[in-house]
């Protein structure tokens, strides 16, 4: 039997075709090897967001290179989005690569394994969907569903539509199908991934009823799919965050009470010469539209520091949003210029990397004070918790997740995968800590007995 090794980098999307990644070789006959050394097939999904991305995985990729002249008969495979934004050029760069594939040719994978082909092949049409392969997940009760795939956006300084094409949504019925699959198999919580959700369904045809698809109405159809108890998704855009999907996570029971929604800059100017289509005043004016319906949501974000031409009143612009709406979360980057994107060609007014780290470090600490004082709303109340495993600073405790996509820590009783309650005590900016209702959970396990001793005593 062959033995394969697999490294993810980057996004849930990654994460999403990596799984399925797992699923194709197993479905082609190879097992998963503990370690790289043991594997006859070493692969990597990669990512390209950031400089900091390619350089960690390239020391990954020298450790496979060295393999390889231990071991000959190794096969090295690399695929995602640093793959796809190289081509052909890394097998000149890295002659011991043998096979290359964009995100659009993961399937490809497979014919390459069982050709009798002994030369180096590259796969990058965009074409396919990853959501069509077999699935390994990772953890059996959360899964992902890939709504669409590509970009349509043009943000000056991200790779992203280049490694991932153009937008391309799937079927709403496809999608329904999918997820009731997943529920039939013990999923109770999905979370969509596209790099626009709230765009998803505009290039579909339209319905025999005239309408066009929509993300709102998917939510609704995904809603009603008996067994799935949480949806979440990421990422939306703020261009396209309409009312009917905020009103769907008031309306309905399994949308989650979290809306990630990126600002990149609190500064219009900025945000203009990010390509993003918004100013502040219609960010804010939609951060406005999901309090009214929304008031306990939790709200995060995404923010770059440091994009050219950012002045010290831009930045301050930022730090005031960011007071302004007082995210739950925030990831915060330093602008990294990368390889055929527009921001990358700018040569005037680039913020001094002293500068960036400064201002950095001034957006985490609001960021964080910020969330700090968010999350002390939850203190006192009790929240429904989906189990994820054991805590990771204490095997004692238990880990999960809020609705809110809090992390709590708490001491109880629940397994993986089960949903319970859990009065919180105490909160960081990061985590919650709390104790599970037992009482609660010993009345359910009566309840949900088919031989209720209560009664049987009766
Ligand atoms: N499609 C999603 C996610 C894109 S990548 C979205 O639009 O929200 C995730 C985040 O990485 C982006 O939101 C942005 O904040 C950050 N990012 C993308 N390109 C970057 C770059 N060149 N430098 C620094 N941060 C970047
Ligand atoms: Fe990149 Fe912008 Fe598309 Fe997000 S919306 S993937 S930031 S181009
Ligand atoms: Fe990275 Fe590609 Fe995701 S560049 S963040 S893996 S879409």
């Not at 995404?302 to 930045?315: R, T």
């Amino acid at each position: 039997m062959k033995r394969y090794h697999l490294t993810t980098f980057g996004c849930q999307m990654n994460e999403h075709d990596s799984e399925r990644m797992k699923g194709m070789l197993e479905s082609l006959g190879y097992v998963e090897a503990p370690e790289r050394d043991e594997a006859e097939l070493i692969l990597f999904n990669t990512c390209s967001i950031r400089e900091a991305a390619d350089s960690r995985f390239l020391t990954h990729l020298g450790e496979a290179r060295k393999l390889k002249r231990e071991r000959s008969e190794v096969v090295v495979g690399v695929g995602g989005c640093w793959a796809q934004s190289l081509k052909e050029e890394v097998f000149e760069r890295f002659p011991f690569v043998d096979v290359a594939f964009g995100p659009g040719q993961v399937h490809m994978l497979a014919e390459f394994l069982t050709s009798d082909s002994l030369s180096a092949q590259g796969y990058f049409e965009f074409e396919g969907f990853t959501g069509h392969l077999p699935s390994r997940r990772t953890r059996p009760f959360q899964g992902w569903l890939q709504i669409s795939v590509g970009c349509n956006c043009a943000c000056s300084y991200c790779i992203v539509p280049s490694t991932r094409g153009r937008e391309v949504s799937r079927p709403a019925g496809e999608l329904v199908e999918e997820v009731a699959a997943m529920a039939a198999d013990g999923v109770r919580e999905v979370t969509l991934l596209g790099q626009n959700v709230n765009s998803y369904g505009r290039d579909l045809p339209r319905g025999e009823d005239g309408q066009r698809a929509s993300f709102a109405g998917l939510l609704h159809k995904l809603d009603a799919v008996d067994g799935i108890e949480r949806i979440r998704y990421t990422s939306p855009h703020p261009k396209d965050m309409r009312e009917d999907v905020i009103r769907a996570h008031a309306e309905l029971a399994s949308v989650c009470e979290h809306i990630h929604l990126p600002l990149q800059s609190g500064s219009s100017r900025i945000l203009k010469a990010m390509r993003r289509t918004y100013d502040r005043s219609r960010y804010l004016d939609r951060v406005a539209m999901i309090r009214e319906h929304l008031p306990d949501v939790a709200i995060s974000t995404d923010i770059i520091v440091g994009f050219p031409g950012e002045s010290e009143e831009d930045f301050e612009q930022t730090l005031e949003v960011v007071e302004q709406v007082g995210y739950d979360s925030a990831f915060t980057f330093v602008f990294s210029p990368r390889r055929g994107t527009e921001a990358a060609t700018i040569t005037e007014d680039l913020v001094p990397h002293p500068v960036k780290s400064a201002r950095m470090e001034r957006l985490v600490e609001l960021v964080q004070r910020e969330a700090r004082a968010r999350s002390q709303r939850f203190v006192g109340r009790t929240l429904e918790v989906l189990v994820e495993g054991t805590s990771r600073n204490d095997p004692e405790r238990l880990r999960g997740r809020t609705s809110h996509n809090k992390v709590v820590n708490f001491t109880g009783l629940a397994a993986p995968g089960e949903l319970t309650d859990v009065r919180i005590d105490s909160a960081t900016s990061q985590t919650l800590a709390g104790e599970e209702l037992l009482r609660d959970r010993v009345t359910r396990a009566l309840r949900a007995s088919p031989n209720p001793p209560a009664r049987a005593a009766r």
